[in-house]
């Protein structure tokens, strides 16, 4: 049995491309061997597109809010909070839709959400003892998103850069930058700023032993 209260919460947001993984995995190699860190994407909860044909959920404006199954994330959130394990989905990127597979997944003490849009909701983000915004430079985020979807999702040059233009740039101004006011801890330049990131870690040890039974 954990001796914390409850898990600490850890919301990590930012475009796409911005570092918000890579910073999630410098926090987790900088915890202690005895600190269990559970690493949970937004992604996995992109809504379930099955009975949709393809060329429809093709065009899915998937940097929006609503392509988000938020009531699925909190509940599963929750259950993680009262230390209870949970079944995450499995989204294949390749069929825009979910997968039937699911992911058994244990309660951690320390659970670190990353995604596009962890703190548009506000259901969520009331559930984190530390909230996080990655302010990377546009020009960079695109690049390593380009690189990303054709490498792992298996996608064209050309329907990376119509699918930046035509949504990702126009959602992330428009729903994901307003929501650095909400962040406690803004950190520029993604993983490369090594100050920030051990700012942060610092934080979430006192994080940690505020919640100590």
Do not use: C, W
Not at 4 to 20: A, D
Not at 133 to 160: A, N, P
Not at 167 to 172: G, N, R
Not at 174 to 180: A, G, H, L, R, S
Request: aromatic share 6%; proline share 4%; no cysteine.
């Amino acid at each position: 049995m954990s001796k914390l209260e409850k898990p600490v919460v850890i919301g990590i947001t930012g475009g796409s491309g911005s570092g918000k993984t890579t910073i999630a995995r410098k926090i987790v190699e900088q915890m202690q061997e005895n600190e269990h860190v559970l690493i949970m994407t937004q992604d996995s909860y992109y809504k379930d597109n099955t009975g949709i044909p393809m060329n429809i959920r093709m065009n899915i404006n998937y940097d929006h809010p609503d392509a988000f199954d938020v009531a699925l994330l909190k509940q599963q959130l929750r259950s993680l909070l009262e230390y209870q394990a949970i079944e995450m989905p499995v989204y294949d990127f390749k069929k825009h839709t979910r997968s039937t597979d699911t992911i058994h997944v244990e309660p951690a003490d320390i659970i670190i959400l990353e995604g596009i849009l962890v703190l548009a909701s506000a259901d969520i983000r009331n559930l984190m003892d530390i909230k996080v915004y990655v302010d990377t430079d546009d020009d960079i985020r695109f690049i390593r998103r380009l690189e990303r979807d054709i490498k792992e999702r298996g996608r064209s040059l050309d329907s990376v850069i119509e699918q930046y233009l035509g949504t990702v740039k126009p959602m992330y101004h428009q729903f994901i930058e307003p929501t650095k006011r909400y962040a406690d801890i803004i950190i520029p330049e993604g993983g490369a700023n090594d100050v920030a990131i051990d700012m942060l870690t610092t934080k979430v040890h006192a994080v940690l032993s505020e919640n100590i039974k």
